[in-house]
């Protein structure tokens, strides 16, 4: 079993930052797992933010590139998701996600094995 549980979100002004927190945890998890952050607005399907490989390969969705940046730390098996200016449409329930395949960053959401319970975001204007 793998356990994620995530923090960090709450309500935030457009151009502020906010900075996620995924910790990782359980018997059969590790750290060479596929990481990912996703992301669901109200009446929308659940869409990549950012994944990101043990090994550091990365991809990022082209709404957020610039001003988003993923990092993880596979000692304490934590990944972070850092926003920086942060605009209204980045309005979310923010969930974190591991793949066990681990090869590549995935990019959808099928792709993942575990989830977590997810992180709310709100971005007023």
């Known amino acids: 079993q793998v356990q994620l549980v995530e923090s960090g979100g709450g309500l935030v002004q457009a151009g502020g930052s906010l900075r996620l927190s995924c910790a990782a945890s359980?018997?059969?998890?590790?750290?060479?797992?596929?990481m990912g952050w996703f992301r669901q607005a109200p009446g929308k399907q659940r869409e990549l933010v950012a994944a990101v490989t043990s090994g550091g390969s990365g991809i990022y969705a082209d709404s957020v590139k610039g001003r988003f940046t993923m990092s993880r730390d596979n000692i304490k098996n934590t990944m972070f998701l850092q926003m920086s200016s942060l605009k209204p449409e980045d309005t979310a329930v923010y969930y974190c996600?591991?793949?066990?395949?681990?090869?590549?960053?995935?990019?959808?959401?099928?792709?993942?094995?575990?989830w977590g319970q997810g992180t709310q975001v709100t971005v007023s204007s």
């Open positions: 359980g018997p059969t998890f590790s750290s060479s797992y596929a």
């Open positions: 996600a591991a793949d066990k395949r681990a090869a590549l960053p995935g990019a959808t959401v099928r792709e993942y094995q575990y």
